[in-house]
T-cell receptor, first 116, second 113 residues
Framework: GAVVSQHPSRVICKSGTSVKIECRSL??????MFWYRQFPKQSLMLMAT?????????EQGVEKDKFLINHASLTLSTLTVTSAHPEDSSFYIC????????????FGDGTRLSIL | QQQVKQSPQSLIVQKGGISIINCAYE??????FPWYQQFPGKGPALLIA?????SEKKEGRFTISFNKSAKQFSLHIMDSQPGDSATYFC????????????FGKGTMLLVSP
């Protein structure tokens, strides 16, 4: 089946640093990628939708200058958490879709971000 | 406004029993209804999905029942096993799965040995 790889799986860093998370579709071209945030025992909250070669569309309340998204190729999207603070600590998950036909979204295994 | 309501929040089932999780949606434009299974520390994995043109879909021990007029759909896990213990999310989207998914709040299932 389709595989989406997310890296790193876990990152711990100091407050004020920037963290980049990569999301790769390994066996299909992902026209659209989605970034979610998930708090403990809660559902997935969509942060933004990115289409290859264009600017990401952010959900209401998500700071675009805080969470920079780049989708430069059909197999890679990146989420950069800039000047991270403890309140940014969370589980970040990406998903990817070919964007055509009856193809569901496939999710990565998430990145556990801990800001000290 | 929560567009997909999921219940129960948590569920305990004995091994071999049937686990049933229900979801209701409001937006009649939704045309794709997947269920995802998530283990701790992992991303959600697609379990099974249905479109509104069928009332039931079965894959192994997992069955989705869909009631278009009531705007409800449910997941049935037959012969539940301890390995099924996970959090289950229903979701809905327009224009197949490649559009934005609206998730339910999740159900934590525990299958006791």
């Amino acid at each position: 089946g389709a595989v989406v790889s997310q890296h790193p799986s876990r990152v711990i860093c100091k407050s004020g640093t920037s963290v980049k998370i990569e999301c790769r579709s390994l066996d299909f071209q992902a026209t659209t990628m989605f970034w979610y945030r998930q708090f403990p025992k809660q559902s997935l909250m969509l942060m933004a939708t990115s289409n290859e070669g264009s600017k990401a569309t952010y959900e209401q309340g998500v700071e675009k200058d805080k969470f920079l998204i780049n989708h430069a190729s059909l197999t890679l999207s990146t989420l950069t958490v800039t000047s991270a603070h403890p309140e940014d600590s969370s589980f970040y998950i990406c998903s990817a879709s070919p964007g055509t036909g009856d193809q569901p979204q496939h999710f990565g295994d998430g990145t556990r971000l801990s800001i000290l | 406004q929560q567009q997909v309501k999921q219940s129960p929040q948590s569920l305990i089932v004995q091994k071999g029993g049937i686990s049933i999780i229900n979801c209701a949606y409001e937006n009649t434009a939704f045309d794709y209804f997947p269920w995802y299974q998530q283990f701790p520390g992992k991303g959600p994995a697609l379990l099974i999905a249905i479109r509104p043109d069928v009332s039931e879909k079965k894959e192994g021990r997992f069955t989705i029942s869909f009631n278009k007029s009531a705007k409800q759909f449910s997941l049935h896990i037959m012969d539940s096993q301890p390995g099924d213990s996970a959090t289950y999310f229903c979701a809905a989207s327009k224009n197949s799965g490649y559009s934005t998914l609206t998730f339910g709040k999740g159900t934590m299932l525990l299958v006791s040995p």
